[in-house]
């Protein structure tokens, strides 16, 4: 029960957070949209960039009380680090670059993304969840105070907004985490080679699946800003990929509720795991398919009898991209939860191959989608769902033909 309430305050962390980005344009201008748009996308990916999965690191070694004094020495570089990145950013308000605000937000959320990890780990990990839902209530506290005052909420106050939570998140855990300050020594270099190996053993193996995926979801909205001359369809785009880190969102936690049963049973119960495995890729595969088309067409049905009387960008955006959307979720939802079985057997060799073989799918649906002259927007989303499809494809059937279990 406890962790399913766990599930349920972290859906509602990361809910919160794409909904309010969905209030966002009703309080900003369109232009000021469009540049925040940009800025979100960039910070996205080169968070994950710059924080290179030490998280995942950082939470494995965390649990252990071995590493506990050398994690520290490491975490206590992250306060000067904090202070110079937010003294920079703030002074780049001035001067209106946004890219280079991006850049200095991403090295803070980098650091929060390990410092979150290592959190879990030493303390109440539901404080952690908890932590995700301030960016979250950050939107929806500006929403209701500028819509109420119908005044709009400039860029740069947004981003100044945004820093400040992100820092203060960072240095609350830190501290929770009884880090203390400390001037760098010896002893960081001695600490960065302790951990160094765990990272490369642990981590590295995940920075190419990871960084695809934030590809994805953010390349075409920072492509998209200088291809897209309207500034309404560029936004309606931005929207539009927003959509799809919610379905992946969610399906990823839908998918995190069964990995605890899965790895269990394959640990506990060799024989009730082959059944489990069996049917989960000869008649939950096909039969999620067949539902996810009924679905779409039920939905669709819905839709349509219920019409909405005053436009709203962002519903607009939502129902007429519902196919695209359920292909998606069918998507997501198939590949994390077939990422749980390669997880439980401990064999991962099949991720990173079929990660690569669907983005070189994308890059040709893009080129070819370039040399058609069709809309960047059309061209990205449906690239995206080639290239998972193409993943799909090659992790069910690899799935499929594995030996049995006695063999593995």
């Not at 020495?73 to 946004?98: H, K, R």
């Not at 349509?304 to 959307?325: H, T």
């Not at 401990?346 to 191959?353: Q, V």
Request: aromatic share 18%; charged share 10%; proline share 2%.
């Amino acid at each position: 029960m406890r962790y399913l309430s766990n599930i349920f305050v972290l859906i509602a962390s990361r809910g919160m957070a794409l909904a309010g980005f969905f209030l966002l344009p009703s309080i900003t201008s369109a232009n000021d949209f469009k540049q925040y748009a940009l800025y979100f996308a960039v910070w996205q990916f080169c968070s994950q960039l710059l924080s290179m999965q030490l998280g995942t690191t950082f939470f494995r070694c965390g649990l252990s009380n071995a590493f506990t004094r050398n994690l520290h020495y490491l975490l206590a570089f992250f306060y000067p680090l904090l202070f110079l990145a937010l003294l920079a950013f703030i002074s780049t308000l001035n001067f209106g670059i946004v890219m280079v605000s991006a850049f200095l937000m991403s090295a803070i959320v980098a650091v929060f993304i390990v410092v979150a990890e290592y959190a879990r780990a030493k303390i109440n990990e539901r404080l952690v969840f908890y932590m995700h839902m301030l960016p979250g209530l950050l939107y929806l506290t500006l929403f209701t105070l500028f819509n109420y005052s119908e005044l709009e909420l400039s860029l740069s106050k947004l981003l100044f907004y945004e820093v400040s939570i992100y820092t203060i998140m960072t240095v609350v855990l830190l501290v929770k985490c009884e880090v203390k300050v400390k001037w760098p020594s010896v002893k960081l270099i001695s600490s960065i080679k302790r951990i160094f190996p765990f990272w490369y053993r642990i981590s590295f193996p995940l920075i190419t699946n990871n960084l695809l995926w934030y590809f994805y979801f953010n390349a075409p909205i920072v492509i998209g800003y200088s291809l897209i001359k309207n500034v309404e369809d560029y936004n309606d785009m931005a929207l539009l990929f927003r959509f799809v880190v919610a379905i992946s969102t969610l399906s990823s936690l839908l998918a995190l509720v069964f990995q605890k049963k899965i790895v269990n049973t394959f640990e506990n119960d060799k024989n009730s795991y082959v059944k489990i495995k069996k049917n989960f890729l000869i008649v939950f595969i096909p039969g999620f398919f067949a539902a996810s088309i009924s679905g779409y067409f039920v939905f669709k049905s819905i839709v349509m009898a219920v019409k909405l009387s005053d436009s709203c960008g962002v519903c607009d955006v939502a129902f007429n991209n519902i196919a695209v959307f359920f292909c998606l979720f069918y998507l997501f939802f198939s590949i994390y939860l077939m990422s749980h079985y390669f997880v439980a057997e401990k064999n991962l060799t099949i991720i990173s191959p079929s990660m690569l073989i669907g983005f070189v799918g994308y890059c040709l649906s893009i080129l070819a989608g370039f040399s058609l002259a069709f809309d960047f927007s059309l061209v990205s989303i449906y690239s995206l769902c080639i290239s998972l499809s193409i993943t799909f494809v090659i992790r069910y059937f690899w799935s499929v033909s594995r030996p049995k279990m006695r063999d593995i």
